[in-house]
C-alpha cells in the first residue's frame, strides 16, 4: 500500500478539515504550460529522483499525495506550476541526496496548519479550480487565515477511474498566536 502523508485532523468544519502535517520533505519541479500540461511535464523528473537518478543513487518508495500549485506567470506570460512529490515520513532531511537533475529541487516542509476539502472525480483544471476557490471561500467564513492560495493533492494514477479517483483542494491557515504569550 502507499504511504500517505500523515496528518492530525484539529477540526472539522462541515465543508473541510483543518489538519495539522508534520515536517515532511518535497521533491519538486517547476513547469511552464497550463495546469494539466505542467503536472504531466513534471512527473517524469520526479520519477527519476526517486528512481534514484540521484547523488547517491537512493530509492525512495512513491508515496501520495502528488502536490501542484500554481505559482505565477514567467517572462513569456505562461504559467508556472510547482508539482511535488512527498518523500517517505522517515526520510531524514540530513541525508536527502541532491538531484542530477537541474529541474528538480527538495526542499523541507515544516509543520503546517492546513484547511483540506475532499473530491472525488476525474482531473481537469476547472474542477480543481472550482474546488479550490470553494475551499477559500469556506475557510473565510470560518474566520480562518488563509496563506497563499489553494494548491492540490492528486492519490490515484492516472488509469484509475475518474468516479473512483480521490483528490483534494490544500490551503495553508496561519496559526492562530498562542494565548497567554506575548
Known sequence: MTEQLAFKVVADYGAFELREYPQHIRVDVVAAGPFMTAGNMAFQPLVSYISGR???????????????????????GKELHRVSFVLPLAADPNEVPRPIDSQVTTRVVPPTTVAALRFGGAWNEQRFMDRGLALKQAVEQAGLTAIGDA????????????????NEAL??????????KE
Do not use: C
Open 171 to 180: 490551503i495553508d491557515i496561519q496559526s492562530e498566536p498562542s494565548k497567554g
Open 54 to 76: 540521484n547523488q547517491d543513487r537512493t530509492r525512495f518508495a512513491m508515496t501520495a499525495p502528488v502536490l501542484q500549485e500554481t505559482l505565477h506567470n514567467d517572462a513569456s
Open 151 to 166: 494548491y492540490f493533492a492528486r492519490f490515484d494514477p492516472p488509469w484509475k477511474p475518474g468516479f473512483m479517483k480521490h
